[in-house]
């Protein structure tokens, strides 16, 4: 087969899988170089130590001993569980129009999971212990046990089962093309036929396995809150409201970054009618509802502390309203009230702005690391039950690029799957 | 047949989860004061129960994977 | 079996820190760690101001956040009271540092140097010293204590890992007191045995009030306070160590 031979065979393949473009590369060698960035700032740090970040211990060195690694870890499990909650109550409530970006969502909480564990593992001063401490010593009484095994370990395995079991069908279509992938969608479709009694025991499976998800998805985030929420020497951390508050939060940042992903894979691969506007109506509305929900737990959280409650409790809410945390506090707000006010207008008019959508998916995750932020830190150099007086967090070079990276490997690994397997599901017609 | 080795793998993760977790790993204290509530009572007992996690979906696995009896 | 615990009189100490020097000699610590910590305070408005000060070691206490959270078991609490951190199994994750109400824990953010007091190799320094063991060489920091035979004493020190103070677990074991009780010129510091009715602390406890520091946290610490008054929302800290690696 000549080289123009091989092109033409992937010219075939739905959702431009195999056609490598110009675009494309030059995308993936940027985004190698800010993983290969990200690697050596971690390298820098693996052989200094974490003095090369902005952390320090809390109390007389007045720091922050958990920073930007830990916040990111957060953030990045929260999207993932609103990834493959997405998924799951596409199956469950036979949401046909948004099963365009069904796949798009199970792969987004893959890879954030993996980031999500790298980011931890970034922020261990002893990694390679942790590697096998964690398996062989692991306490069921630490919430690091739930976010280790459920969170981390289990999650990544019930979404890979779950995306691997869902692409089925499409790779037993793929696999019907002459192309280089074929042993690939071969052993992905796994005898897979379709007949009658195989589709009926393939929505069976992925029901059954959607309804697993949910509560898996409730209890891994939930332990993630527990992390925070149950540390009784830190004011702003103990508190009731603030594991729903996590889950409804990592809901908002979730089904915000799968919209601005709709909305670039839609425009690259041209995919106006199957990513039309329905899809992204149900993404906004979504999106609407999670973002007013939330804003609510601010306005409770923000009423709450400053009404009445323990000396901590009240000068933490003045850090926030107008203390040093001040201007990341009212960012965060602003860039969820905007957002909910461009959602409820297009939802009111019916007129939903795909631009628009992606400025507010864009501004929500802004919001929710910046709220992920104010969880993490102020409580650290600012709350202190003895009176060791005001610390600082400043995050260094090491910190900013080892974030980057993630972004950056996380944006690579998406851009890699993209052109090896479909991106949405393969329509009947497409095969020849 | 398929049916039985599914429910096996979902119920027998399910009950290796709650095994390791209540009767392999390090116990719960109320409050933890002793050595024995930082030292799990079998080693790599996490491990136990992130596989019993993994058999509960690897019963999903099998249960589309494998043909039914009397199938080709 | 012993249960060990610490009482610190305020109406003694003069915030002279020699307890804050014994515990760093003692325990090698790394520079800006402070297992032992004294806080100078000082309330009111000039001019009727008062200046006191609060020795903070860790509290070791019985219903330890720290052992709770620690994910990996390297943080326990042993049957004699004291709360150990086994720097051998230690994963850095620091939860324990954020679980203290009390800022006892030290992360090692690099990896320390030995030898940052004092040159014991110094000859001019020889009539001092008197061949004596420098710190960084004690072997019993190094040792495995308890039957669940860990390493908990001064020793790690590993970059990291945390830390924090131990109550001189090397000494205890050893029948001695610890290094900051050794060292306090007037005796603010006592160190002993609640279970022996005889004890220091034991008189101490039954013959005068006392409290202990952030009690409404329900963490039951071993360290307790004679005289003064715990540290309210109008106490300043003054004069605290300007450290931070």
Redesign the interface.
Known sequence: MTARGEASRFETLPYGVGRLTGGWALLVVALLALVGWGAYAYSCQFV????V?G?????????A??GLYIAFNVYFAGVACAGITVAALIRLLNLNALRAVARMAELLTVITLILGAFSVLA?????L??LI?????????????GT???AI??FL??SL?YL??AG?RDAYLMARYDTPLRPLYRAWA??YRDTP?ERE??RK?TF??AI?IIPLFITAHSTLGL?FG?????PGWYSALQTPAFVVLAGVSGVGLLLVIAAILRGYLREEQRLGTGVFRWLGAFLLVLTLAYLYFVVVKVLTGFYAGH?HEQQLTQLLLWGAYAPVFWGSVLLLALPAGLLLLQAITGRWNIPALVACGVMVNLAAIGKRYLIVVPS?THM??????PGFYAPTWVEYSIIVGLFALGALLYALFVKVFPIMDVPEEGVR | MRTGLMLLLVLGGFALQGVSYFFLAAPWGFPPSGVEHSNPRVPFAAAFFILGVGLVFLGAVVYELLPERGEG | MAKYAMVIDLERCVGCRACMEACKVENDTPQAVFWMYVFRFEEGRYPNTRVWFLPRPCMHCDNAPCVKVCPVGARYKRPDGLVATDWERCIGCRYCEVACPYGVNYFNWKAPEKNYYLDWKDRDLGPVTHGATPPYKNPDLEKPYGPERRRIAGGGHLKGVIEKCTFCVHRVEKGQTTACAQACPVFAIQFGDLEDPNSTVSRLLKKRPHFRLLEEAGTQPRVFYLGGHPPGGEVRQIEGVKARV
């Open positions: 200094e130590g974490k003095v970040t952390m320090r211990n809390i109390g007389t060195m007045g720091g001993t958990w922020d261990l001063g002893q990694p212990r942790a401490n964690l398996p062989l010593y692991a306490r069921p009484q630490s919430p690091f046990f280790f095994t459920l370990a289990g395995f019930d089962v691997y079991l089925r796994a005898g009694a025991r393939h499976t059954w396995l697993a992390v149950l540390q009784v020497g830190r000396h650290q202190s039950l003895l009176p060791y007086g």
